[in-house]
């Protein structure tokens, strides 16, 4: 039997095809040393590998070197791998001698399964809906013979609710694991790279929040189909201050380490419905996040032609700034943006709304290059691989791709960060004010991009409305030099 050779994202027992297959995982210290990521994510990543081996014993070799071919000459023997998840790891394992390349694995629907449903669509637009809808039929998950669970098929207009009027959602908190020698080896070899000079990182340090084995991810999984699923579906898009992790699963990251099989985890998920445990628009929303919106982003990743990384329909070219790349939400007067950067600084996470519409809305409105927000993005988060965030940020954030993924740009004012979450009471700024020393960033910075883009975005009918407004602004010329003003200085 052949060895097969484990990327730091396919730890999962499915990435092997026999319990007793002999394994190889490599350890680059390359990898860390050209990007800087955050501390966190490197710990976690790390502390997943080496759980790995140690969970494998004498079935696995552990290769510490410098980068992965100088790892590969320490081993001996012919080398199989599942098709790496991203354009660059894909292309050196391809270009190995004696290195076999499997099919993917990890993503319920496969590579050939979503070509040929490309194919079939012809000219048409590859929406999210449509292909959601085929993966549960494919899959008879949520399904009801031919129909979809509940009488829909899509459940996202009962899941828009605002936050509460509380300070949290009122669930139980997270499961949260415990860190072991092995985290302790981490956290210090991390420590001596960087006091070596040998690394640098961003982000706080702190205890490991996300599962690193896959016991630790199904216990996981069934904390949060019991604990917090019920509630997941009406406030997925609200954001709370004091409510970090709401009723979110967390199951992002050890689903991108391989860890679980994103069929198993919607099958919990269907299960806890079946069960009356779990409403119908928590159930959807939830397998519409796993085996619809991840494969979805997954598979434009490659189906896309490379230059889409490249794609810049926008024109933006400026470059973010030092306060925001480094994570100091300390010198930020913004409730909301502040707020956020501090989460992503403790933790290497914040949930989706305040990736889209708190992060991204803010960089895409300063008209920030998208390569180098998307690089960010992938740095940040514990969750993120060049597979997440190149179709998430180009397309979904940045607009950069001209629409082949949103139907219009994912930008918005104060008053839907004010309608969706706590933050703009205790603010300095005023969701409704756009010009003046009050004047909140989101507002003014909306009216500001549309400005600077109303040519490139005419015809876009979802935007028309919005467009029209700016003739009705009295104020736009004020509003812009103010922006132009503000620049890239922390709001």
């Not at 899941?159 to 009027?165: A, G, L, M, S, T």
């Not at 954030?397 to 918005?412: C, E, F, I, L």
Request: aromatic content about 10%.
């Amino acid at each position: 039997m052949d060895t097969r050779w484990l990327f730091g994202d396919q730890l999962g027992r499915h990435f092997l095809d026999a319990a007793d297959q002999p394994a190889l995982l490599i350890e680059s210290r390359a990898v860390f040393r050209r990007r800087r990521f955050h501390r966190q994510k490197a710990h976690l990543v790390l502390s997943a590998m080496r759980h790995r081996a140690a969970e494998l014993g004498e079935q696995c070799t552990y290769v510490r070197a410098d980068t992965y071919r100088a790892g590969l000459e320490q081993v001996d023997g012919p080398l199989s791998v599942c098709h790496p998840t991203s354009h660059a790891a894909f292309d050196f394992v391809s270009g190995l001698d004696g290195v076999e390349v499997l099919p993917a694995r990890g993503y319920a629907t496969s590579l050939e399964d979503f070509a040929a449903w490309a194919g079939d669509r012809g000219d048409k637009r590859l929406l999210l809906e449509n292909f959601y809808r085929e993966a549960r039929r494919r899959h008879d998950v949520l399904m009801d013979g031919a129909e979809p669970a509940g009488g829909r098929w899509n459940f996202d207009a009962d899941n828009r609710e605002p936050p509460p009027k509380q300070a949290t959602l009122g669930v139980d908190e997270p499961w949260w694991p415990s860190e072991d020698e092995i985290d302790d080896e981490v956290r210090h070899d991390l420590d001596r790279w960087a006091a070596d000079g040998d690394v640098a990182f961003v982000g706080e340090d702190g205890p490991r929040r996300f599962a690193a084995t896959r016991t630790e991810a199904l216990h996981v999984l069934r904390d949060f189909v019991a604990h917090r699923l019920p509630e997941f579906g009406r406030h997925e898009d609200a954001i709370l201050d004091a409510d970090s992790w709401m009723a979110h699963s967390l199951l992002s990251a050890p689903l991108n380490l391989g860890l679980l099989d994103p069929l198993e985890v919607v099958g919990r998920a269907e299960q806890a419905y079946r069960d009356g445990d779990v409403p119908i628009a928590s159930a959807e929303g939830f397998v519409r996040q796993v085996i619809g919106w991840r494969d979805y982003v997954w598979h434009l990743y490659w189906q896309q032609p490379r230059s889409y990384r490249h794609r810049n329909a926008l024109d933006a070219t400026g470059r973010l700034p030092k306060w925001f790349a480094e994570l100091d939400h300390g010198s930020v007067d913004a409730a909301c943006l502040s707020a956020t950067l501090r989460d992503l600084s403790r933790h290497g996470w914040v949930h989706h709304i305040p990736r889209l519409m708190v992060l991204g809305n803010y960089a895409m409105q300063r008209g920030w290059r998208p390569t180098q927000v998307t690089d960010w993005f992938h740095r940040m988060f514990v969750d993120g691989y060049d597979w997440v965030m190149v179709p998430n940020v180009v397309g979904m954030s940045q607009y950069a791709d001209g629409g082949v993924m949103a139907t219009k740009p994912y930008a918005g004012g104060g008053a839907y960060i004010d309608r969706m979450s706590d933050y703009c009471g205790g603010c300095r700024y005023d969701p409704k004010v756009r010009v003046g020393d009050d004047a909140c960033p989101f507002t003014a910075g909306y009216w500001a991009f549309l400005h600077r883009n109303r040519e490139r975005l005419e015809g876009n009918q979802r935007i028309a409305q919005p467009l029209r407004g700016l003739d009705r602004l009295k104020d736009l010329d004020a509003l812009v030099e103010q922006e132009d003003e503000r620049g890239s200085r922390a709001p």
